[in-house]
């Protein structure tokens, strides 16, 4: 079975990129980012990978065709914090992604992005996508949703192309998806209307044994949101802990650091301590400023996946985390959109 291929447009430190690959398989035939931060943890983690670079100046004719294509196109235009110019920004790209999107013909596109795109250029990109012939659906997830202790709301868009092109490359078949760990997710707000998909995935998802989204099985679904906090989920020390607390291979946390010191914030923490299998490390550092390792954690990545990049200073690791999305809220999102799709 050939291996599904994917091209990662605005890679960042690539959280967007994990999540599909644990729902659908496959390895990234490229990726492609400016940011000098994201461009160093792209050469770190993805040696192998080419870059891109500038995706509105790219000859989408001369690159790799690929399965699927993601990314989470910046945020400025269309923020809450920014001057929510939306489609008149300079920084809008999403017509250099649709060019994209027309010259490569993915299988899939995945894309990911602040709650208020919902308000502020959404109909934009769907009207593109209808009329390249994708079928798209959406949602909104907040990290708090999938155990976070941070709310973090972020849009997700799952399209599907239906032209012929497209459809004989689905004949490969998706490399198993599902078959990666998932907590699962009901979505808050979703494209296309409808009740969210039950446990029980139409198109063969597994459920997770830990997943509980909703009531038992035969019963009426009516919790308003997604809410995944505390639910199936084992607290106390996290996996393969001395009897200090500390995890052997993460340094970054302090010996016998006490639950006490999160103070009304400690549910929360431990928690997410739970869900991703390591403790928090210190949230400030020896200067009393946040530490970028506490921010990594909190984005639910593996311990130095961005702050042991060589290179990259304090401020570039704070800039590429705070312009990345938690890994495990996009794949109950994507999940929750494939099952819908």
């Keep these: ?5 994917i091209g990662s447009l605005c890679t960042g430190y690539g959280g967007l990129d994990m999540a599909v690959q644990r729902v659908f398989g496959g390895t ?13 943890i792209i050469a770190h983690r993805m040696p192998q990978v080419p870059n891109l670079g500038d995706l509105t100046t790219t000859d989408w004719a001369a690159v790799e065709p690929v399965d699927i294509v993601c990314g989470g196109y910046p945020c400025q235009p269309l923020s809450t914090a920014g001057k929510r110019k939306g489609t008149n920004d300079d920084r809008w790209i999403w017509p250099s992604i649709a060019t994209a999107l ?26 593109d996508l209808a009329g390249l012939g994708f079928d798209a659906e959406w949602c909104t997830v907040r990290a708090s949703e999938v155990g976070a202790p941070h709310h973090r709301n972020r849009l997700f868009i799952l399209a599907t192309a239906q032209d012929p092109d497209s459809a004989a490359r689905d004949q490969r078949r998706l490399a198993a998806p599902g078959q990666a760990e998932s907590r699962g997710a009901r979505a808050d707000a979703c494209g296309r209307g ?14 997770h044994p830990e997943r509980h989204s909703g009531p038992d099985d035969g019963q009426p679904e009516r919790e308003p949101r997604l809410d995944l906090v505390g639910r199936g989920v084992q607290r106390g020390p996290a996996p393969h802990a001395d009897p200090s607390g500390r995890r052997t291979d993460q340094p970054d946390v302090r010996p016998g650091q006490p639950h006490t010191d999160w103070g009304r914030f400690a549910p929360a923490v431990a928690r997410w301590e739970s869900v991703t299998g390591r403790r928090a490390p210190w949230a400030t550092d020896d200067r009393r400023r946040l530490s970028p390792a506490f921010v990594e954690w909190l984005m639910g990545l593996d311990s130095g ?8 200073t304090r401020t570039q690791q704070l800039h590429a985390l705070g312009n990345g999305v938690v890994p495990q809220q996009a794949e109950a999102a994507i999940r929750h959109l494939y099952a819908r799709a």
């Design 1 to 5: 079975m050939p291996d599904l291929r």
């Design 28 to 40: 990234t035939a490229w990726t492609s980012d400016i940011d000098p931060g994201a461009a160093r």
């Design 102 to 127: 027309r010259v490569l013909r993915p299988r899939y596109a995945i894309f990911e992005n602040v709650a208020n795109h919902v308000r502020l250029g959404l109909a934009d990109v769907l009207a």
């Design 194 to 207: 409808g009740t969210p998909a039950a446990d029980a995935d139409r198109r063969g998802l597994p459920r």
């Design 305 to 312: 996946h961005v702050t042991d990049v060589p290179g990259l």
